[in-house]
């Protein structure tokens, strides 16, 4: 229970830290490099194919047939 509590606060809190980092982007007119870090790193992030497994977990949570 503590380790989802642990994930959904660093998921709730980077997200935060992205958005404002976004908004800071677009709205204030002397937004600097962090910022820009900020937004471009949640950005890459985001495109990790966090949904792929291992091929030897894959084979054995389909089976062999596949």
């Given at each position: 229970m503590a380790g989802r509590t642990v994930r959904w606060g660093a998921a709730v809190g980077f997200g935060a830290l992205w958005w404002w980092s976004v908004l800071r982007l677009s709205l204030v007119?002397?937004?600097g490099v962090l910022e820009g870090a900020v937004a471009a790193g949640g950005?890459?992030?985001s495109l990790?194919?966090?949904h792929c497994v291992p091929k030897a977990r894959a084979v054995r949570a389909t089976g062999s047939d596949r």
């Amino acid at each position: 229970m503590a380790g989802r509590t642990v994930r959904w606060g660093a998921a709730v809190g980077f997200g935060a830290l992205w958005w404002w980092s976004v908004l800071r982007l677009s709205l204030v007119p002397d937004a600097g490099v962090l910022e820009g870090a900020v937004a471009a790193g949640g950005w890459g992030l985001s495109l990790l194919p966090v949904h792929c497994v291992p091929k030897a977990r894959a084979v054995r949570a389909t089976g062999s047939d596949r």
